[in-house]
DNA sequence: TAGATTGTTAATCGATTAACAATC
DNA sequence: TAGATTGTTAATCGATTAACAATC
């Protein structure tokens, strides 16, 4: 099974919606249905279904739980992952106290920051550690993924040193690109252009609307 | 200049590209050097910079400062934009302290919330206001973007809300799709499904070493 | 002038949409 | 059986890459 980088991103809204339409009760839906729900085309739908491995039944559409169970195994929830959470600033302290994630398997077993002003503080339950002592820390409580909510600066260098500690999944909130082997994963959350982003289609509608007088 | 979606989105990386060599010191930047460091073709780099209106001189490439400064009035940077936000749970809150957004000219001007317990308290130098009084604290105090950070059931109403109080600009963190006039510009960040996709990640990686065995 | 590198057109590649036969 | 809807192939569309003439 090869996933296209476009479909892999469109998983989890498919999880997502198929989630919802559970709670409404409802069992089977149609590519159209679902399409006029998710803003796709129908065809799409199918396409993206059939790439993950989902099916349905002609002439009825797709059973809602068993395809949400399924993008579920394909996305690899349902276990427990463990999460360290490297820089205890707004980013980390917030990513630290979201319930949703712990609700989807994600637990913070760890939280480091390198300003003594912070270390020993508690963040939801767990107590910030010296990132000095990352290496030593890390071998008592491993971590599979990384949560870099650090300075752009000190981004790569951390990511380097915990990818020598065994994590493989980088969830990178600084404002930087991380070169990391191939065998390690990167999704980045980059508030910055994506605020720049918002800007740039506000100016354009302000643009528009200028041209149009 | 119509900007395709994919353009767009590379925008913002290039501004910070461009601000990271003027730190360097760097006054020029052929497309191949700037691609070797942004990890694209230097085939898509002269795409991408023709397509938003910058340019070089044949044979000495890209002068650093006059193309950011290009791409940041492109963004519609350099102003300041009043933003109000939204729910004061984790989220909202570190949006709220982030110094990074500030610098860049996005101002909080409020923030909102429904929970009586969070209401009066102090953020950064904001104080939280009661949510049911949006609509005439928003005539005091105008703001063009709105930060969304409620929970996902409350986000569609409150966009309506906001949108009727002349907000256009959404930044969108409750995992929902937001309806509003063509006239509004949503962007979305959407955590939970950015840590699904890690999560698929490491499972693919995952079940290729399984495989190798 | 010669070398380097852009601007821009053409070719390729991949993703989305359309179409329709298969089948529930 | 007839109607609905999937699975899947073909057509289209858009984005990326390659090529090369223009020019600094």
Redesign the interface.
Known sequence: MILSDAV??R???Y??HLRELEKEGVRQISSRELGRR??LTPSQIRQDIHSFGGCGRQGCGYPVTSLREHIGR????GGR?RMTIVGAG??G???A??A??AQ?G?ETVSIFDRDAAKIGRDVNGTPVQDVAELERLMQEEPA??AVLAVPAANAQALAERLYACGV????NFA?A?LRLPE?A?V?N??????????????????RAAAEKE
Chains 1, 2 share one sequence.
């Open positions: 892999v991103k998983m989890p809204a999880y997502r998710m803003d394909v996305l690899g929830l992952r707004n980013i302290r917030a990513m106290r979201s949703s994630f989807n994600f599979e993924i493989r999944g980088f969830w404002p690109d065998d994963a999704e959350v980059h508030l910055d252009e994506s605020l720049e982003v918002l800007s740039f289609r506000l100016s354009q509608r302000a």
